[in-house]
């Protein structure tokens, strides 16, 4: 899906998979600066099934990768609007 708003776009993509659900987020604002939000949440009302599961994919994928794709800072005031706190 896409939203158009005076120069924001936004394009979300949303993946359900049995045991999780993952989310993708572009949001392109005006002056060529770009915004990309990647979000995984379990599919369960009780936490993750196998805790230390998810601790070891969150060391693999988010912790082991930060030289590869480092903190980019907070998100923008203008693009807050587009995201839940």
């Keep these: 899906s896409g939203v158009c708003t005076k120069g924001i776009q936004v394009l979300n ?5 049995p045991t999780v659900v993952w989310g993708v987020d572009l949001v392109s604002l ?15 009302t009780n936490g993750p099934p196998e805790p ?3 601790k070891q994919w969150h060391q693999q994928h988010v ?8 903190w980019g800072g907070d998100i923008p005031e203008p693009a807050q609007k587009f995201f839940s706190p």
């Excluded at 993509?13 to 998979?17: A, R």
């Design 13 to 17: 993509l949303v993946v359900f998979c």
């Design 30 to 44: 005006p002056g060529n600066r770009h915004l990309l939000a990647l979000d995984a949440q379990p599919m369960t």
């Design 63 to 70: 912790l082991d990768q930060s030289l590869i794709f480092p």
């Design 52 to 54: 230390q599961l998810w």
